[in-house]
């Protein structure tokens, strides 16, 4: 039966050296209070130190040292605004070096205080796909040797590229390239794990855990099954308490015979259910909001690119969005009235609804199911998606995209190398330049201050996509506010050019190669560049 302890007490539970394991996303699943019991007894102690941490989601806080993205305030429904702060993995980097000496996940780039020990060399860090670190726990749960999978062949994660290494001083190799019935596949092996530390909403007596409030239903039992059938230790933190078996049973998410300690948080605030939110009821499923309350988008080159990745879709389609920019296609499809001609598909488990833009990423707004992150993978990896939408930050003549090293600034992948491994239309949305003075009217885009950051290179700086291994009967588009481009036969051809742009001066002249022009080079709609559209349900039916 579950002992239940202060966040302080669980603090000197854990051992030096110890592997750390997480679940969640963003905020959603972060246990606040016991990060900052883990900081503060570091601080006054030296212990516990050394800790190598495993975590498959960004779980971190975009708020902090981000003001010019507007999310240094965060508002809680009801309540008043407040710092967002270093909330999430950051408050181990608060500690500085030594707490966590290694660190892996699929996703290091918002946690800024630990990122900037990686980058300072300080800390071991590795970055993976986010399904194989979420589907690897179920792999040590039931004590199987690790993750045989295609997903990561021919990116930075393959051992060939760099074995998901981010910076100098990580030594240790975490991926083996190997051959099975004559094809390479790459090897993720197992490893014990000592220390589980989760979130839920609500324990009962006997440390059954339910999610009440949580919007996703994360890998918290594949964590803590993995930790106590490693001979280690679960702790979970919640916001309340109640009787023993007064949860419904299906309810219970991590059941009580798998958690060693729970620990209730004394500061409310310490569990807030996005990075935005400390809890929005149309995300876990409490209300449903009505879309009119969603605001629509403010014509500029990103509602464009939105608009262009949104003709993609078709009706019945299941469709998966990535964060940034892509994320606004969900907003289009509601403002188009087409939401419902689709379902919306997050890597978070989240399926239907209105999917939410940062700081809230992988929650929804009226999801119509939520699953565990481990189920949402298989369906991913399987091939269960039909389009997904995903950001573009580097691209090369190759068709290779980075979303996850820009010299000193380390994000990683998230599910990224995931989606596109087995999703049969992929779209790569982004402007062509970095830091552009665009205007949209009247029909067309002007190019008023020409960029200062080519996106478009010879060669990415780090694969997170890669172009030769993008299977023949994969659809992969590029779409910018200028032109959209497609990989045709591993050649970046470029099929459309918008109304207003020069394919010289715009397009050409601002990337680092010469793609091909297509001799049928089509003029993208017009339409998507006035303010009224209302056409999407043509291309959607």
């Known amino acids: 039966m579950a002992k239940f302890i202060t966040a302080r007490e669980a603090a000197r539970l854990i051992p030096d050296g110890a592997t750390v394991g997480l679940a969640g996303m963003g905020l959603s699943g972060w246990p606040e209070e016991l990060g900052l019991a883990i900081r503060d007894s570091y601080r006054e102690t030296g212990h516990p130190c050394n800790l190598n941490l495993k975590q498959g989601s960004a779980m971190g806080d975009w708020g902090y040292g981000n003001q010019f993205l507007g999310w240094d305030k965060v508002k809680r429904p009801g309540g008043p605004e407040q710092n967002a702060g270093a909330r999430g993995v950051s408050r181990f980097g608060e500690a500085g070096p030594g707490l966590v000496t290694k660190w892996c996940g699929a996703h290091v780039g918002s946690a800024f205080a630990m990122r900037d020990l990686a980058v300072q060399n300080k800390l071991q860090c590795h970055c993976l796909p986010q399904g194989v670190i979420i589907n690897l726990w179920r792999e040590i749960a039931a004590g199987r040797p690790g993750l045989i999978t295609k997903v990561g062949l021919g990116t930075f994660v393959d051992p060939r590229l760099g074995g998901g290494k981010m910076n100098d001083c990580t030594t240790d190799e975490l991926v083996k390239l190997i051959e099975f019935n004559g094809e390479e596949y790459l090897f993720y092996p197992s490893f014990k794990l000592d220390v589980a530390l989760l979130r839920g909403t609500i324990a009962d007596e006997n440390g059954n855990i339910s999610f009440a409030h949580e919007s996703i239903i994360n890998e918290g039992l594949a964590v803590a ?29 991590i059941p009580g015979t798998l958690v060693d300690y729970v620990v209730q948080a004394k500061d409310p605030m310490s569990s807030w259910q ?4 400390y809890w929005e009821p149309a995300f876990s499923g409490q209300i449903r ?58 890597e978070s488990g989240m399926i239907g609804g209105v999917p939410s833009a940062l700081p809230s990423f992988g929650s929804s707004y009226n999801p119509e199911a939520v699953i565990d992150q481990g189920s949402a993978f298989d369906v991913i990896n399987g091939g269960g998606l039909d389009i997904t939408v995903l950001g573009l930050g580097e691209c090369d003549e190759e068709g290779n995209i980075n979303v996850s090293k820009f010299g000193t600034r380390l994000t990683g992948p998230g599910g990224f190398i995931d989606i596109c491994s087995s999703t049969p239309v992929v779209i790569f949305c982004g402007t062509l330049v970095g830091k552009a003075a665009l205007s949209v009217k009247d029909g067309k885009v002007t190019v008023e201050r020409e960029g200062t950051i080519r996106k478009f290179v010879k060669h990415v700086e780090q694969i997170t996509f890669s172009g030769k291994y993008a299977k023949p009967d994969q659809r992969i588009l590029y779409v910018t506010e200028r032109c959209v481009f497609q990989l045709i036969d591993g050649k970046m051809t470029i099929v459309e050019i918008a109304p207003g742009i020069d394919l010289k001066r715009d397009i050409l002249d601002q990337i680092d190669f010469l793609p091909v022009v297509a001799e049928n080079l089509q003029e993208m709609n017009p339409n998507i560049f006035c303010e009224e559209w209302g056409r999407l349900g043509d291309y959607i039916k």
């Open 274 to 277: 996005t990075e935005g939110f």
């Open 225 to 253: 099954s993995a930790a106590h059938n490693s001979g280690g230790i679960v702790i979970v933190q919640v916001e309340y308490i109640t009787k023993a078996e007064t949860l419904p049973p299906k309810d219970v998410r």
């Open 289 to 346: 909001k009505p879309l009119s309350a969603i605001e629509p988008l403010v014509l500029d080159e990103r509602k464009v690119i939105a608009r262009r990745c949104a003709m993609e879709v078709r009706k019945g389609n299941t469709v998966n969005l990535g964060v940034g920019m892509s994320a606004d296609v969900g907003n289009i499809m509601a403002e188009e009235n087409q939401i419902d001609k689709v379902t919306m598909f997050s």
